[in-house]
């Protein structure tokens, strides 16, 4: 069946980095366009980053250009969210998603960031 599993999230100081991945399993990954999302408590989720199909340039959410950068290995079928200089206001769960015709979530990955 579909998979999408997060792993990377954690507790860090901010100014801190983490990098997030996303290991994808029971669907055609390359031909899918993958994102992130974050939702923080009591606020709804939203879009961080979306990368195409081939990959190349992402694009991203206003509140993080140029301290976040997405990625995708194929041969991996694993994309990839590093991120740098985090901000408290980046405390959210992260979750990854695939999207073709249908989207796919994964469980989401908690990122914790301590002022």
């Known amino acids: 069946q579909v998979q999408l599993v997060e792993s990377g999230g954690g507790l860090v100081q901010a100014g801190g980095s983490l990098r997030l991945s996303c290991a994808a399993s029971?669907?055609?990954?390359?031909?899918?366009?993958m994102s992130w999302y974050r939702q923080a408590p009591g606020k709804e989720r939203e879009l961080v980053a979306a990368?195409?199909?081939?990959?190349?340039?992402?694009n991203y959410a206003d509140s993080v250009k140029g301290r976040i950068t997405m990625s995708r290995d194929n041969a991996k079928r694993t994309v990839y969210l590093q991120m740098n200089s985090l901000k408290p206001e980046d405390t959210a769960v992260y979750y990854c998603?695939?999207?073709?015709?249908?989207?796919?979530w994964g469980q989401g990955t908690q990122v914790t960031v301590s002022s």
């Open positions: 990368i195409t199909i081939v990959g190349g340039a992402a």
């Open positions: 029971g669907f055609t990954f390359s031909s899918y366009a």
């Open positions: 998603s695939a999207v073709r015709a249908t989207r796919y």
